[in-house]
């Protein structure tokens, strides 16, 4: 438990002489340095708009949620710090479809390029292409309760509402190319104008070149000339027209929508992935220099990366989505996950949902004083994340608890019809409290167990003396001709006392051994339903990593 209480303070930031903003979290020192930011730049605090932009061109995974959770935990944190605040979710839905996702259906060849607002939804339940991979991401947040305003482009490029911007970015597409060469070395927007028009010819976006614009008639002139996509050559269809900035039949680069964006909305904060450092550049300068907006304060964060060090794509087809993980664990520990920390890339894989689902309850034992943190900072800190991965809403009372490998012990074993019965049979003989959150952890185990086997063996780094390593030598021997689990309880005391060992410091290395944890269930009933051969396994393991004391 200490071992995993300090790592979790260093990550939210360690003790210091600081006073405890907010919670004490990384979230309350961002809201706190946001406030602090917007009232030197003299704008109003009545209302603090964050913001976080999601594609909708494929299957969301857990990386498409760290930005708008994190986004709202930053409104929530303005909130606790006495500032009404609101989320705004900008679906990037004029987007080109550049590729197909991995396990979408080939026939979406014939749309690729077109906005993915304009493409019919291959699985006939939403009204577009878009619509669908949206609702996977509002779906999971409303089931978190992440609460959020939505904007999506094809409504606010086709209502108008950008069209001074636009306007704005237009004339001044000269300069702006410039700065982008010179920023980040990209010359295209020096021979082509800032403004992707959707081809009336072949309903794609992207393969149109902007090349003049009426400034009285608020109309981009192009001809589709096509281009190339991640090597793949997308020949234009040789189409000349006009597009009207007001009529949705056209949509920004990133290089500057962000900025239009951020002055439309009156945005205060934006995170964004390293991957978009150049893009978030320049857009602060359009934003300051040609819209006249004093750009968001930003956060800049890390990927999640799958198992083999690589970044989440849908193309490649290596997503892990949100939907999944719940199948496995509750929201809470998405949310940690996810909170935890704000900087530093983080492998994300199903194996993690065990510890996180473990140190979710840990959490809670901290928040409800079942543990002790002598620290005042890291208690605030470690508290205020509990209360944060509730969305401020946490549970009035603790619930009872359980080790995620203890319940694998139990379901890996139990009748497939009787789960439930089974488990409190189980629990009661273990002397362990039992409630409908411990139960229904025990369906979420099991099907974890379905879906990726085995866990891995525990990986504790305990310190053993000579005396505890021969101790549990002998209750291995006496486990495995054992009559019953009484038999084994007694030889734990027995072998402890034999040799001076505190009996409690012996069941605290025994349950580090086993379960990663100082305490557990009742040890002998445990011992003897599983047998000897795990603690067996785990005490050669610690004779490999050399952890024995002499």
């Not at 109003?44 to 976080?52: A, F, H, T």
């Not at 002055?263 to 934003?287: H, P, Q, T, Y």
């Not at 067996?536 to 004391?549: F, I, M, P, W």
Request: glycine letters at 8%; charged letters at 30%; hydrophobic letters at 40%.
């Amino acid at each position: 438990m200490g071992r995993i209480l300090w790592e979790l303070g260093r990550r939210l930031g360690g003790p210091s002489g600081r006073p405890v903003i907010g919670r004490g979290t990384w979230l309350d020192r961002v809201a706190y340095r946001l406030i602090e930011r917007e009232r030197r730049l003299g704008r109003s605090l009545d209302l603090l708009r964050v913001e976080s932009g999601i594609a909708a061109s494929g299957i969301p995974h857990i990386g498409n949620l760290s930005d708008p959770a994190r986004a709202y935990g930053v409104a929530l944190a303005l909130r606790g710090l006495g500032h009404n605040s609101e989320m705004i979710l900008f679906s990037d839905d004029m987007d080109g479809l550049r590729s197909i996702p991995a396990g979408l259906p080939q026939t979406l060849k014939d749309y690729l390029l077109m906005p993915v607002s304009r493409i019919p939804d291959p699985f006939g339940c939403h009204e577009s292409y878009a619509d669908h991979m949206l609702s996977k991401m509002t779906d999971v947040l409303d089931l978190m309760g992440i609460e959020y305003k939505l904007y999506r482009a094809r409504e606010v490029y086709g209502s108008g509402l950008l069209s001074d911007t636009i306007n704005e970015v237009l004339r001044n597409s000269q300069r702006i190319g410039e700065m982008i060469k010179s920023m980040t070395g990209q010359e295209k927007f020096l021979s082509e104008l800032l403004y992707y028009p959707v081809c009336k010819g072949c309903g794609r976006i992207y393969t149109a070149r902007a090349v003049a614009y009426d400034e009285g008639r608020r109309a981009v002139r192009y001809v589709c000339k096509g281009i190339e996509v991640k090597k793949i050559m997308h020949e234009g269809c040789g189409y000349e027209g006009w597009s009207y900035v007001g009529d949705g039949d056209g949509k920004l680069p990133w290089k500057v929508e962000f900025a239009a964006r951020w002055k439309l909305l009156d945005i205060r904060f934006e995170a964004f992935g390293k991957d978009l450092i150049d893009s978030v550049r320049v857009n602060d300068w359009v934003s300051r220099n040609i819209l006249g907006y004093e750009p968001p304060m930003h956060v800049k964060y890390e990927h999640f990366i799958d198992v083999g060090g690589k970044k989440f794509s849908k193309s490649a087809g290596n997503v892990f989505s949100p939907q999944e993980w719940l199948r496995y664990a509750p929201p809470q520990t998405l949310l940690l996950l996810i909170f935890k920390r704000s900087v530093g890339a983080r492998v994300v894989s199903p194996r993690l949902i065990p510890r996180l689902y473990d140190e979710l309850e840990r959490l809670e034992d901290i928040y409800f004083g079942r543990v002790r943190i002598e620290d005042e900072r890291l208690r605030a800190k470690l508290r205020g994340l509990y209360e944060y991965i509730h969305l401020l809403r946490p549970p009035q009372k603790p619930r009872a608890h359980a080790p995620f490998r203890l319940l694998a012990d139990i379901v890996s074993i139990a009748p497939q019809d009787q789960l439930r019965e089974f488990t409190i049979r189980r629990l009661q003989k273990y002397g362990i409290a039992y409630d409908e959150y411990l139960l229904d952890k025990a369906e979420r185990v099991r099907r974890y167990l379905e879906d990726f086997g085995e866990l891995s063996p525990v990986a504790a780094a305990v310190e053993l003396s000579e005396a505890e390593r021969q101790a549990i030598e002998e209750i291995v021997g006496v486990a495995e001709g054992a009559r019953d689990g009484e038999e084994v309880q007694s030889a734990i005391f027995d072998a402890a006392r034999r040799r001076g060992i505190d009996p409690p410091e012996l069941f605290k290395k025994i349950y580090l051994l086993l379960l990663d944890r100082p305490h557990g269930p009742r040890l002998g009933p445990y011992l003897f339903d599983i047998g000897p051969q795990r603690l067996r396994e785990a005490l050669l393991r610690l004779s490999s990593r050399s952890h024995v004391q002499n």
